[in-house]
């Protein structure tokens, strides 16, 4: 997850690391802006605090009156289409409890309220998505290849998959509350989740964070203390009178402050964001219906999920605003995690030979400096920069319909390996579809090149 900018890109790992000769990677290519923008659909966003130790309100959209900490919420209903993302990580001082998470949502109306799932998934690190060692690139066509709970998620959100925890519907009767659901967090487990949501009214939603209830249970004679899952008063008393799940994370950098050369913090995510998917078709700098290929040898490329300080010299700044936020959390939903990528590239070899063109993504070093160059470094070491699915869908020479699901694991300075590789004749167009939910335990930023092989 991204919290701030590194002063110093190659030797992040130095201080944990054996020392090795790393060489630097240059790729000449044009690094051209991803045409068009988010949508306007909201995002009820959880990431802040992260790690969560003490019990509390992680992500309230509920009106202050009357709750004994108003700060902790943000006064801001939803309604229509809307989205919910949350990942967060469990901490507890107590090995025996653990911890729930709970979405609650409230009817402010009065009449009937239904809130359609009409997507859900979630999953946790324990028990769903462990970590593990994968290739840099495997071909995943069943959905059976992952490592970790946003790698899962993404490959699953892209499927159409719905976890059938989550019911299909929810009917909110007027000034009444229900829970969405309520899901376990295990001790030092990570548990990301996303949900495509629909509600025919206006509704207030809080993100809350609660250890199991201690209780008394009689065996034959004796008594003992074992522990059970809150009740929906429980919850109700939580947000009404409880204050922010803590520890905080450290707060960002105000935008305005920003100085290349200090460490900069982007902070974490808690509030709305505007904006769920990023949907463009990519045609040539100068318009039209085509993106014309590169002469052979050469490439461009095209930035994904930049963020303030990492833009590969384009100045474009993919992060979705936010329409509320706490005051100690991230100005922009930095990273856009959980935001669907669907982007269409009509090629168009305008030579006069048949010319083979090759789809990558790389995770180049963080740079803002060069329109002309991407920056690699070989053997790549340290942390995972991304983790996750993308899906390329193209008519093959055959003039049939191929879809194919690949898994990524790419490191910071990584250059990536080729997804596909499209023939066209002279003259010949053809449509490539790519898309990728952007995953929850990736680093942005990365980028899609186009290249056209000698």
């Known amino acids: 997850m991204l919290s701030f900018l590194p002063t110093i890109l190659l030797a992040q790992s130095a201080s944990v690391l054996p020392q090795i000769e790393r060489k630097l990677i240059t790729q000449y290519q044009e690094v051209r802006q991803l045409p068009g923008q988010l949508n306007d659909v909201l995002v009820f966003n959880s990431n802040s605090p992260e790690v969560v130790e003490k019990e509390g309100i992680l992500l309230s959209t509920f009106p202050g009156k009357g709750k004994r900490y108003p700060i902790a ?58 970590f593990v060692d994968l290739p840099s690139l495997v071909e995943d066509p069943n959905g059976r290849v992952f490592s970790g709970p946003g790698s899962r998620l993404a490959s699953d959100i892209m499927r159409r998959r719905h976890d059938t925890q989550f019911p299909t519907q ?31 009214g206006p509704v207030y939603m809080a993100n809350l964070a609660l250890y199991e209830v201690p209780q008394k249970v009689k065996i034959e004679d004796r008594e003992i203390e074992s522990f059970r899952p809150p009740t929906l008063e429980e919850w109700r008393t939580l947000l009404v009178r409880g204050d922010l799940a803590a520890p905080r994370d450290f707060p960002p950098t105000p935008p305005d402050q920003w100085s290349p050369g200090r460490r900069n913090f982007y902070g974490r995510v808690a509030g709305i964001s505007v904006g769920s998917e990023w949907a463009t078709r990519i045609v040539d700098p100068k318009g039209g219906i085509n993106l014309t290929i590169p002469q052979p040898g050469q490439a461009f490329a095209y930035p994904l999920s930049t963020v303030t300080a990492a833009t590969f010299g ?30 269409t590239l009509p090629l168009y070899n305008n030579t006069s030979k048949t010319q083979v063109v090759a789809l990558t993504i790389q995770t180049p070093i963080k740079e803002d400096n060069y329109l002309d160059r991407l920056l690699f470094v070989e053997p790549v070491q340290g942390q995972v920069f991304f983790r996750g699915a993308v899906r390329v869908t193209y008519r093959n020479a055959m003039g049939r319909t191929e879809e194919r699901f690949f898994h990524l694991v790419q490191r910071e300075g990584q250059q990536g390996e080729a997804l596909v590789q499209i023939e066209l004749p002279p003259g010949a167009r053809r449509d490539v579809n790519l898309d990728f939910l952007y995953p929850p335990d990736a680093t942005p930023p990365q980028v899609l090149s186009v290249k056209t092989l000698e």
């Open 314 to 343: 384009t100045r474009q700044i993919q992060s979705a605003p936010m329409l509320v936020r706490y005051p100690d959390t991230a100005f922009k939903a930095h990273g856009n995690y959980g935001v669907h990528y669907y982007l």
């Open 170 to 200: 929810i009917v909110i009767p007027p000034g009444q509350s229900r829970m969405i659901f309520d899901l376990v967090i295990p001790r030092s487990s990570a548990r990301s989740t996303l949900l495509r949501l629909y509600s025919d």
């Open 73 to 130: 919420h943000l006064n801001h209903p939803l309604q229509g289409r809307f989205d919910v993302f949350t990942h967060h990580i469990a901490r507890q001082t107590d090995p025996n409890r653990d911890l729930h998470q709970g979405l609650i949502v409230t009817n402010p109306t009065s009449r009937n309220l239904v809130i359609r799932i009409l997507q859900g998934v979630s999953y946790v690190t324990s028990a769903d998505a462990p």
